[in-house]
């Protein structure tokens, strides 16, 4: 926000100068809106490259985590110690234990935010899906009314904390959702809303859900539950098949199965793929 008013005071105060000087209303305006705009884009890039810095710095730190939840699961593998569900256990709080320290160097960014309009967002953003991915979500709720919704993943992770507190806005959301995120994109967002209107034993309007998605999403899992959920089989209906998506939002386990190092790379206790917000 900063970097706005000092650009804007520059824009005002090049305009004062150059109109002392040039007779034309039209150069002065020019003169006041160029530097404005050298001034924004040079503050910009400045702390932007810092919070850039930083995030690199996070994104780092969470591959580390990750790769020795690896190591871990090869040790494991060569040479069995303990039981295996130890193992899991262990992997869970190694991977934790990198988003936390993830998370407190995130923190460090928080003076920048005064510099740029929104880095805050950005950066809440970041911190909401870490602290959704290891279970801490009431620090999460606390930043949901603060962040950017660019991909559909994020869209549910609110919709799954709406559904957990009952907030009215939960339709809302939905309807917000399938219209930001179509075909495709909207796969995982029909899935969970028709999966918590199961749930909530609203079958006629699950259905509606998933009639809508099948006349607009050619994808055999949505077409499989509506057939399942308009033939009364609800006890068949899955989103299993959306696989690291769907179980990364801790309303089902994933099924039992050798942790190899390719099936942990699913699992939703790893951490995600880089996180680009500059």
Known sequence: MLSLIIAV??????????SLKIESTGWVITIGIAAFLTVAIILNRYFGKKLTTVVNQVQGMLTESQNDAFKMINRFQSKPA???KMMEKNVEKKVEAGVIKALEVLETIRPLFKWSLFAERQINTLKMQLNFQIKRFDEADKLMPKIFVLEPLTLCMKMVRQYHNNSPDLDKTYKKGIKK????KGILVHSLY???LIKRNDIDRALEVLTLAKEKIDDEMIHRNWQNVANNKIHLFSNAGLGEQWYSLHLEKPPKQ???KGQMK???VMPKGKRRFF
């Open 258 to 260: 050798r942790p190899g």
């Open 181 to 184: 995120f179509k075909y495709e």
């Open 82 to 84: 303990g039981s295996q």
């Open 9 to 18: 005071s520059c824009g005002i105060l090049f305009s004062g100068i150059a």
């Open 266 to 268: 699913g699992n939703p």
């Open 194 to 196: 028709a999966w918590i």
